[in-house]
C-alpha cells in the first residue's frame, strides 16, 4: 500500500473541538504506598500477580478486534482516549464490553461504569491510570457495531524489565485473543524518544514473533506516536511521512521487513503508517500534567485507516 505524502488537512466540514483540561497521571496501575505490588485496573490482585491467571471472554467473535500493542507509556491508553474523542464528534458511540471480564470483577465493572463519564469529564486523562485493561466496541450512529478496541498493559506485550525478552511469552489472555476466530487490525506502536531503546532490536523481535500469528485476512498498522517530538511535522495534522518513516527504519531496525512483499514489480507494503499525536502534556506546578488533546487530524486519519482495513 502506498503512503500518502502528508497527512490531512484541516477541512470546513469537521465539528468544531471542545478545549478541555483533564488531569494526567502517567502510570498504568493504581499507586504503590504500601510497598506491595501495584494491582492494575480492571484485574484481581492475582491477575495482576500472574497474567497467566487472567481471565477473558471474547462474546463477539465476528466483529474485528483493534489491538493497541506496544510496550509501557507508549500511548496505548491516550491513544484510545483521543481516538474516542473523535468518535464522539463524528456521532459515534465507544462503550465498554461488559462481559469481556468476569462479572465477578468489580473493578472491571466500575472501569466500564465509569469509562463514558471519564473520557469526557475534565478528569479524563487520569484514564492513564483508571483505563488499563479494557475491551471496547465502537458503534456508528445507527447502532451497528464496526470493531472493537483492546486496551490492556504495555508490559504484556513487551516488558523491558524482564531479561527473557524478546523471548518471554505472552500471557494466556495475549494467546486467546492471538488464536480467535477474529480479525485482528494489530497496531504496533512506536515512538521517537523511547527510554528502552537499547531495547528496540528486542522489541522488533516481538512484533515478527507476533506477525507469524497473523492470518492473511489480519492486517498492521504502525502508529509512530508522539510524533510532536519529531521534526516531521509541517504544521498540525500534516506530517512529511518520508522522513517519518525512515526515522522509525532507523530506530527500529529491520521492523518492517516480514510486512513487505517481493513481487515482480518491487516490493510493496503490507501495512500502514500512521503517525500520531494524542495530545499535549504540560507539567503543573502543583503536580501532574495537564492535557490538552492533539489536531484531529491524527484520529481522523487513524480511524478512516481502520476503517479502510476492515473493508478490505
Ligand atoms: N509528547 C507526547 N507524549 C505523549 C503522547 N501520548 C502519550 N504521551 C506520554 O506518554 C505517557 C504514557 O501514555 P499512556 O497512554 O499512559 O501509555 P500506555 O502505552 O497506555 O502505557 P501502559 O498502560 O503503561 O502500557 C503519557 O502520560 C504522556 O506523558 C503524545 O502524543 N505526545
Ligand atoms: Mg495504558
Known sequence: MELNPQLGTVTN???????????????????????????????????????????????????????????????????????????RTIGFNVEPVTSFRPSADEHYAKMCKDFPGMIGSSDAANSTKNISFMLVRVLDSVGRVKCQILEAPGEYYYNPDDPNEPMAEFPK???????????????????????????????????????????????????????DLTPFVISPGQVNAKSARTEIENLYPGIFTPFRTKGIFGTSDNFE?????????????????????GPIEYPKKLWNTIVNLIKG
Not at 181 to 199: F, G
Open 173 to 227: 489472555y495475549v494467546n486467546a485473543i492471538k488464536n480467535s476466530s477474529n480479525r485482528k487490525i494489530w497496531c504496533y506502536m512506536v515512538e521517537p524518544h523511547w527510554k528502552y531503546a537499547d531495547q528496540s532490536v528486542n522489541y522488533v523481535t516481538k512484533i515478527h514473533t507476533l506477525k507469524r500469528n497473523m492470518r492473511p485476512v489480519d492486517k498492521a498498522i504502525f502508529i509512530f506516536n508522539k510524533i
Open 273 to 293: 503508517l500512521v503517525p500520531f499525536h494524542t495530545g499535549d502534556y504540560s507539567k503543573k506546578i502543583a503536580g501532574g500534567y495537564s492535557f490538552q488533546e
Open 13 to 87: 466540514e469537521e465539528p468544531k473541538l471542545t478545549e478541555t483540561i483533564v488531569e494526567v497521571t502517567p502510570v498504568s496501575s493504581t499507586p504503590n504506598t504500601s510497598g506491595e505490588e501495584p494491582q492494575v485496573l480492571g484485574l484481581t490482585k492475582e491477575e495482576t500477580k500472574d497474567p497467566n491467571e487472567i481471565s477473558i471472554t471474547i462474546a463477539d467473535q465476528n466483529t474485528p478486534i483493534v489491538v493497541l500493542f506496544g510496550p509501557p507509556s507508549c500511548g496505548k491508553t491516550m491513544t484510545l482516549v483521543r481516538l474516542t474523542r473523535y468518535l
